[in-house]
């Protein structure tokens, strides 16, 4: 039990192996989007940049999708589903989304965090799906770590150990 | 993934002058502040893509110090200064004049202390751009951050993400005497008008 696979910005896994550690490490305004089926063990995360994908560069680029959180959630339910997830059985948790500027005059325009965070729960409603449990917001930074071979889900912040979601 | 704008040798060799000076001018600001000598080596230019940053600088779980500021003006962009946790206790010695390994944490003062100095690393790189190319650049105050790598990061990779894919990085070494403490600055500028401002200037 000790495999880990790092997730970089836009970067996604989903692993059925339980030697298998999917790590996001120093989320900020990020977010770690993870989906377990507890029974299939199908497990997935991914690490989200930014709320949603408008007419960028990367607009035809599929590796892309999962920068945005929008289409990252799309992209994996249906990766998850296509590797034997139930849909109905999936637990979500929703790591990050930090507002990281707290400086007068920045700290509005820039909130991509709380813009993350809302994308993801507006979306994950419109899918009918419950978010179990969410360590989001605040202005600090967070390591999520989904461990495949008891779905278990921990979060670690600076100076402090980690700890389960 | 392609920059809108492409970088070529022959600008960044221009944009190299001008970050030396820009560097050097630092220094001396820097020296005005602390009142000694602080000198500095000649800093590095490279183009990288956004999405390598957290792995250029560390990991991305390692405890950091980021001094940011964005300016604006005929060029708008960013810059993020980026300090290990350590070296920026280093550096907080350096500016205060006490002993190596006398600064522990990062208090108010020692993070306002930080501030100014990525307050004024950046303006007067600022400037030297400002200088060369004729151009208007005024920067914002500094907001300081203690915080995972990946996590300060983000601040730069989430505003510019979609719209720029490859950012500036200026890589410099201080230093005091024996001491040295390296930094690493990340510029963001605004391709376009950065692209359009130096072929248009006497460089």
Known sequence: MNNPISLGLGEQAISRNPEDILVAYGLGSCLGI????????????????????????????????????????????????????????????????????????????????????????????????????????????????????DSRVTVKVIGDKEKEL | MQTTIPFDQDLLDKLSAIASEGIKNAAAGFSGMVGRKIEVDSPTLEIIPLLTIPKVVGGPEDDAVGVYLRFEGDMVGQIMMIIPYQKALELVDMLMGLDKGATKTLGTLERSALGELGNLCGSFFLNSIAKSVNADIRPSPPAVMVDMVGAILDIVVATVGGISEHVLLVHANLMDGTRFVETDFWVLPDMKALHGLINNSSI
């Open chain 1, 34 to 149: 993870s989906m377990i089926d507890p029974i299939t063990r199908v497990t997935g995360l991914f690490h989200a940049v930014l709320p949603e994908r408008t007419n960028g560069s990367d607009m035809n680029d599929p590796t892309a999708a999962f920068k945005y959180v929008d289409c990252g959630i799309e992209n994996m339910l249906a990766a998850m589903v296509k590797e034997g997830a139930n849909k109905g059985r999936l637990i979500v948790r929703v790591v990050g989304g930090a507002n990281m500027l707290i400086a007068p005059g920045m700290t509005s325009t820039f909130d991509i965090g709380t813009r993350n965070i809302e994308k993801a729960r507006v979306k994950f409603q419109q899918l009918n799906i419950k978010v179990a449990a969410e360590a989001v917001g605040g202005h600090i930074g967070r390591t999520v770590r989904v461990y495949v071979a």
